[in-house]
């Protein structure tokens, strides 16, 4: 059983279009993240988000953590071929330093 | 700075074989963990370290052992590799692992292949 549930699993979209992408959970974290990896590199992180309901934004990328602290989304406006790689959301369930990962969503983005 | 470097980049072995993946990085951080990745499963924890000398299990640690010898080095071993740990190998560090807000910085991988 996957604790952080992530969808959907791939996406293949055209240059200018918007997407959001989900991280959904039964048990509430007391922060998220969110990485983007490239083919053949390791995930970088891309923001973290610890308070319910708040709202990050990272040029055409918004990030909403749930008012309840247990999903998040990832919305990212005007979508660029640069987009293109897998996202994972993670958290620490224990708050002990051991993330655990979503399955992660493959985007795909078209010129 | 390096970051995060691990070796070898790519190796494949045979059923039964042992071999050792290296972690290296040079920012004296205190956490080091290591992950595998499939398709469809994201990354899972396999074993972490909280500072030198000190290892712990992860979420999947069967068939791996570890050792943190050294505060920048973290060695991934496996004594007698099996086709199901064909997988890509993370390591990644972060300064002090308990802040929620603490970013994990990640090396490049090592692609296993187990025949």
């Not at chain 1, 590199?41 to 309901?53: A, I």
């Not at chain 1, 008012?67 to 919305?75: M, T, V």
């Not at chain 2, 990085?25 to 992950?35: C, G, I, P, T």
């Not at chain 2, 990354?43 to 069967?62: M, N, Q």
Request: aromatic letters at 10%.
């Amino acid at each position: 059983t996957q604790l952080l549930e992530q969808s959907p699993q791939f996406l293949s979209i055209q240059e200018g279009e918007n997407l959001t992408v989900y991280c959904n959970s039964s048990s509430v974290f007391s922060s998220l993240q969110w990485y983007r990896q490239e083919p053949g590199e390791g995930p970088v992180l891309l923001v973290t988000v610890v308070t319910g309901g708040e709202v990050k934004k990272l040029k055409r990328l918004t990030f909403q953590f749930g008012d309840a602290r247990k999903d998040s989304s990832l919305h990212i406006t005007a979508a660029q071929p640069g987009d293109t790689g897998l996202y994972l959301c993670a958290g620490d369930p224990s708050n002990t330093g051991k993330l655990i990962f979503g399955q992660g969503t493959t985007l795909q983005v078209k010129p | 700075n390096a970051g995060v470097t691990q070796t070898p980049k790519f190796r494949v072995l045979k059923t039964g074989q042992s071999m050792t993946l290296l972690c290296a990085q040079d920012m004296n951080h205190e956490y080091m963990y290591w992950y595998r990745q499939d398709p469809g499963m994201g990354l899972r924890l396999i074993h972490y370290s909280v500072g030198e000398g000190t290892t712990a299990k992860g979420e999947v640690p069967d068939g791996y052992n570890v050792s943190r010898l050294k505060k920048q080095n973290f060695l991934l071993g496996l004594e007698s590799a099996a086709p199901s740990q064909t997988s890509v190998y993370f390591c990644a560090s972060s300064y002090w692992g308990r802040r929620p807000q603490e970013t994990q910085y990640f090396g490049p991988g090592t692609r296993l292949l187990v025949l």
